[in-house]
Antibody
Framework: QVQLVESGGGVVQPGRSLRLSCAVS????????MHWVRQAPGKGLDWVAV????????NYADSVKGRFTISRDNSKNTLYLQMNSLRAEDTAVYYC??????????????WGQGTLVTVSP | DIQMTQSPSSVSASIGDRVTITCRAS??????LAWYQQKPGKAPKLLIC???SLQRGVPSRFSGSGSGTDFTLTISRLQPEDFATYYC?????????FGQGTKVEIK
């Protein structure tokens, strides 16, 4: 069955960096675009970034552009989110999610359980 | 960026009620609209894609409609497991954007 497992969250000071990972199984990872979506405590869903199946296309929310980098290693079935210059407003649960269809952009049909990032002095 | 506006922000309903949630996009998005259900402490679950296509395994009491800028999610007969927060999301243009959510609560 499809599984996505995030890791790497924790408490970090403002201005510092953190790298999140998302290990996947149960589908052909190299065929699907992948996303990061976050949710601040008690708030709604906030789209963060996307990477195409082959890693060639990336796009980011304006709020993280220039600070966060999405990447993938198809040989390791793993998605990453490198987060630099973290701010208090980046505090959230971060979810990785899989696109519904292969090779073309589509809705998110499988999500991980999320990993909490807390940015605090 | 495309703004997604859901209404209402919350609704109180009883078991067996029909519940309708609307979502309006600030510009046309064709049928590139998804609906998700989220329960406390859990990841979102995809219910409907392409505005009206029910995901496999989702009960048929859920339905979606609309295209362009106006969309609707309907729960025909509310069940206890349906009490949750529902989000619409446009997948037409990056950055993808979500509605602010609609909380369906027990009356």
């Amino acid at each position: 069955q499809v599984q996505l497992v995030e890791s790497g969250g924790g408490v970090v000071q403002p201005g510092r960096s953190l790298r999140l990972s998302c290990a996947v199984s149960g589908f052909t990872f190299s065929n699907y675009g992948m996303h990061w979506v976050r949710q601040a405590p008690g708030k709604g869903l906030d789209w963060v970034a996307v990477i195409s199946y082959d890693g060639r296309y990336k796009n980011y929310a304006d709020s993280v552009k220039g600070r966060f980098t999405i990447s993938r290693d198809n040989s390791k079935n793993t998605l990453y989110l490198q987060m630099n210059s973290l701010r208090a407003e980046d505090t959230a649960v971060y979810y990785c999610a899989k696109e519904r269809t292969s090779y073309t952009s589509a809705e998110l049909d499988y999500w991980g359980q999320g990993t909490l990032v807390t940015v605090s002095p | 960026d495309i703004q997604m506006t859901q209404s209402p922000s919350s609704v109180s309903a009883s078991i067996g009620d029909r519940v309708t949630i609307t979502c309006r996009a600030s510009q046309g998005i064709s049928s590139r609209l998804a609906w998700y259900q989220q329960k406390p402490g859990k990841a979102p679950k995809l219910l409907i894609c392409a505005a009206s296509s029910l995901q496999r395994g989702v009960p048929s009491r859920f339905s979606g409609s609309g295209s362009g800028t106006d969309f609707t999610l309907t729960i025909s007969r509310l069940q206890p497991e349906d009490f949750a927060t529902y989000y619409c999301q446009q997948a037409n243009n990056f950055p993808w954007t979500f509605g602010q959510g609609t909380k369906v609560e027990i009356k």
